[in-house]
């Protein structure tokens, strides 16, 4: 046909130009072939039971960071700010040492395992009347350290009142066999009343009768503040349970 060119390319041309076209197909529609995503949740709290488990660990585990060497640790430092005061005593004066019990003085630890770290007061309040609860050997330790000092041992305790029997025999059968008063709270508190104002107005009271509070060791924030504070308040490690 006039006036039609025709332009013949090599066959190793049109080869490569076929590759070209192949591989930009290939490359093209590669996500189509890639393995399927799993998209996760951001900021996922950790599941429940692996927290169980790493608590667990840790209240058994016997390593530097773990439950009992942590409760050494800051017993050792109680025990020294202790003398420190034993030291500077004057005269007759009237020394304090304030001990918490839950978690403090004594554990639970029997009653959170059988309720696997839950909380079921009807379980809690068993274990009270079994006396149950064993001593926990640092606070123990303090507890003699203060005895042999003359220092006044007072607990204070969010445990009822009418827990008073089977705290108190508790408390004797594993070693804390002197003290002046254990202070439980009454029937009848305030119901809008938090543990800190109830534990700080028993302080209160312990201050009234002319004891300078020297050391005060609990394993909750709210056994240890409000006023009036302890000259030392030292807290035990409880990752177990929380009380505002």
Request: glycine residues 6%; negative net charge.
């Amino acid at each position: 046909m006039l006036g039609v060119r025709y332009r013949i390319f090599p066959i190793e041309v049109c080869e490569m130009n076929i590759r070209r076209i192949c591989l930009s197909l290939v490359v093209s529609c590669a996500p189509l072939f890639a393995q399927p995503a799993i998209v996760t949740v951001p900021g996922e709290p950790s599941n429940l039971s692996d927290l169980k488990l790493q608590l667990k660990h840790y209240q058994l585990c016997m390593e530097a960071g773990c439950y009992i060497p942590q409760i050494e640790r800051q017993i050792d430092l109680a025990i020294g700010f202790l003398n420190q005061s034993v030291a500077s005593r004057k005269g007759s004066e009237k020394l304090a040492l304030v001990l918490d019990i839950d978690e403090t003085a004594l554990s639970n630890w029997a009653v959170e395992m059988h309720d696997d770290l839950g909380y079921i007061p009807n379980d809690w309040n068993w274990c009270v009347s079994l006396r149950c609860s064993t001593a926990i050997a640092g606070t123990l330790r303090l507890y003699r350290e203060a005895v042999r000092d003359n220092v006044t041992v007072f607990f204070i305790t969010g445990r009822p009142e009418a827990q008073r029997a089977d705290t108190e025999a508790n408390l004797k059968a594993v070693g804390y066999d002197r003290w002046e008063k254990v202070y439980l709270r009454p029937e009848d508190h305030p119901q809008k009343q938090t543990v800190a104002e109830y534990k700080s107005g028993e302080r209160a009271k312990i201050a009234a009768m002319g004891y300078r509070i020297v050391l005060n060791v609990g394993d909750q924030m709210s056994d240890l503040v409000g006023n009036p504070q302890a000259e030392h308040s030292v807290k035990l490690p409880n990752p177990f349970y929380f009380i505002p």
